[in-house]
């Protein structure tokens, strides 16, 4: 009979701190969910800056080519105008038609690459934008939480230390399957006993609806300190004051 007294204690308790840090832990998760959003963005962001960073590197580079290959097509401008025979003059001709040709594809690879670099710039833009976007957002949800730990912070300490006291009032068997069963059904360890048919002596248990045999309810009519769970789905039973008073009344 206390055992299940202070069960019932507990069991009030608990579903208040429960109820508490499920509002906590929500926020949380959103902030959670936010950061990692935000956190992706920002790597591809960076990815991007990377690529853009490379690509001028590459046009750095072929910018070099193209201004050794004009010095060349210079030199070779005069060696051709100084050219004394027409052996000489062909010879000089086809280098320098060669070295004009490799010059032209290095521009064109040059143009390519920064058509490449508008183009990184607009995706660049384009996530900076929603980061920034996403960014608001995740302050929002860190705000929210910050409030909501402000509001129920407190409340939810107190509550701990009243479940700290609430829990030592129960025997330590009876606490471990409270324990147990609260975690199994989300705080749901205990369940209240339907009268279905006094008369037929049918019960049923208010969680899972199954059927109770008479037995468990004479055991917990009886003030049996053992914990009486349902045969189905082991909730700890107990018997609401208005049905407990029906049999009184009996
Ligand atoms: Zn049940």
Sequence with gaps: ???????????RVDGQVRALRKRLDSAQRYLQAQTKNLDALTEQL???????????????????????????????RTELNSA???KQYSAV??????VKLNRSEVEDR??????????LEKQIDAVQAQRDDRGKVRDVAQSEL????????????ELADERRTAAAEVPPAALAIFDEMADCYDGEALATILEIDRRHREYACGS???HVPFERISLLLGGSDDVVRCTACSRILYLQ?????????K
């Design 241 to 249: 004051e208005e049905t407990r008073g029906s049999f009184a009344k």
């Design 84 to 86: 004394v025979t027409n």
């Design 208 to 210: 899972c609806n199954m």
């Design 46 to 76: 960076q990815e991007l800056k990377t690529r853009k960073r490379q690509t001028q590197a590459t046009i750095g580079n072929l910018e070099v080519e193209t201004a050794a290959a004009d010095e060349r097509l210079e030199k070779l």
């Design 1 to 11: 009979m206390e055992s299940i007294n202070s069960l019932l204690n507990l069991y």
């Design 93 to 98: 001709l086809t280098e320098l038609n060669t």
């Design 110 to 119: 040059i143009l390519e690459d920064m058509e490449r670099i508008e183009q």
């Design 146 to 157: 910050d409030q909501r730990q402000a509001d129920i912070g407190q409340r939810l300490e």
